[in-house]
């Protein structure tokens, strides 16, 4: 072998050892993006063109380290949060949150299918609500009948589509001056729509239902192969390191990924809707129709195509996350991996949530006004959730040697505290308005 072909070969293996390095994380982040998310991005954009760049950056490390517990408990345990936290704390306490979860997961499931019915039907026609019901059983199906080892890789290659927001940005005309000096130097405000839209991108950003699924999907990779399932970390006497180097990485490029995204379509928004007047959006496809006048066909195309892409990754995800939650809570199976006779309660929460999210996509509201307010649910959900796990990821006797570092504990508490004095900060406004 040649030297060139050596170096090559070299290269390719080490690309590879990456890819396979990404995984729960990569999709975690991913499913962030979802088209509820890619609406309340839009209407930031359109709305405050780039006043609120700057929570993209803030958001990011707080993102990273909340995520990193939630990756570290699942690993460390061999369990779920939800698992977890019955044995720390009584169940009403754990149910609540959970309870509004599924209701937070079942809206923005309703808003997700809804927005890719409307955006396939502006891309190729049809009925709207024939394409929601197409992915809606598309989604289940895959779920219930798709072993997670196969699944897996199919969700990790949906977030490729993400690419087409960062393309989006490059088809339309950007001011990088004004773009730098406003993320820079934000003109903050403290009246109420301002405060309202800075909890919806923070709680579409750090939302409850990546914590329960990161958790529950580093669980299913330590069950991948059934004959030789990899061990919890916390009963190893000695080892454990690559694992964790392994999740760092995941979780740290998925979280990037995923506030990229963001920032890309708040650009993309700002640089062309509140630029033309477009200040209010009420649903994605309706940001992607906007579009189509200012930045041309192309532009849209691929806006409208992210949001089918991004629907089809943040579904399973929204109605996996609540499942997960509730069949630990109860002692169920709850593994994509079982067959659906082996875990009935689990599969038949993912149907009914996925089924209500469908139909409730024929009720007469407001979509963006949902939206936002679902982003506001999960922001105040969040704040319970992730005191409990901070609680835990600390706890020597649920994490043993491999309790979080005081790096990550400063972070995680951070993070916590932040959201929670966003979610006061609306209050507060909510109150005076």
């Known amino acids: 072998m040649s030297r060139t072909n050596s170096f090559t070969a070299v290269k390719r293996k080490r690309g590879n050892v990456f890819l396979r390095l990404l995984g729960p994380g990569l999709v975690t982040g991913a499913a962030d993006d979802d088209p509820s998310g890619i609406a309340t991005y839009s209407q930031a954009g359109a709305q405050f063109g780039f006043g609120l760049l700057w929570t993209v950056f803030l958001t990011t490390p707080f993102m990273i380290a909340i995520q990193l517990v939630s990756a570290h408990i699942g690993r460390v345990t061999g369990k779920g949060i939800a698992a977890n936290a019955k044995q720390f704390y009584p169940l009403p306490i754990v149910l609540v949150p959970i309870c509004l979860l599924i209701v937070a997961n079942t809206i923005n499931i309703a808003a997700d299918l809804a927005a890719m019915g409307e955006a396939l039907y502006l891309v190729i026609g049809g009925l709207k609500h024939e394409h929601a019901l197409i992915f809606a059983a598309l989604s289940v199906l895959l779920q219930v009948f798709v072993p997670y080892r196969r699944y897996a890789p199919i969700l990790k290659f949906l977030t490729l589509v993400l690419f087409l927001y960062v393309a989006v940005a490059f088809t339309v005309e950007i001011p990088w001056r004004s773009v730098l000096a406003e993320t820079a130097f934000p003109a903050v405000s403290l009246n109420y729509d301002y405060l309202l839209l800075v909890v919806a991108v923070l709680g579409t950003t ?227 308005h």
């Open 206 to 432: 750090i939302s409850p239902y990546l914590f329960f699924w990161q958790a529950s999907q580093e669980v299913e990779e330590m069950q991948r192969d059934r004959r030789r399932p990899r061990l919890p970390l916390k009963i190893l006497t000695r080892g454990g390191g690559q694992e964790m180097t392994r999740i760092s990485i995941d979780t740290t490029v998925g979280m990037v990924f995923s506030n990229v995204i963001a920032f890309f379509i708040i650009l993309a928004t700002a640089s062309t809707l509140h630029v033309h007047g477009f200040a209010q959006i009420e649903t994605a496809a309706q940001a992607a129709e906007a579009l189509r006048p200012i930045a041309g066909d192309l532009a849209f195309l691929m806006f409208a195509l992210g949001i089918v892409g991004t629907g089809l990754l943040a579904i399973p995800v929204l109605a996996g996350s609540g499942a997960y939650a509730v069949a630990e809570l109860f002692g169920w199976t709850s593994t994509l991996e079982a067959k659906f006779p082996e875990a009935i309660g689990f599969y038949t929460i993912i149907s009914a949530a996925t089924i209500i999210g469908f139909a409730m996509g024929f009720l007469p509201i407001n979509p963006i006004q949902l939206l936002v307010w679902t982003a506001v649910i999960n922001g105040v959900v969040a704040v319970p959730i992730m005191a409990m796990m901070m609680l835990i990821v600390t706890n020597r006797k649920a994490m043993g040697r491999f309790r979080a570092r005081p790096s990550l504990a400063w972070a995680g508490w951070t993070a916590t505290v932040l959201m929670g004095l966003t979610v006061l900060g609306l209050l507060w406004s909510i109150v005076r």
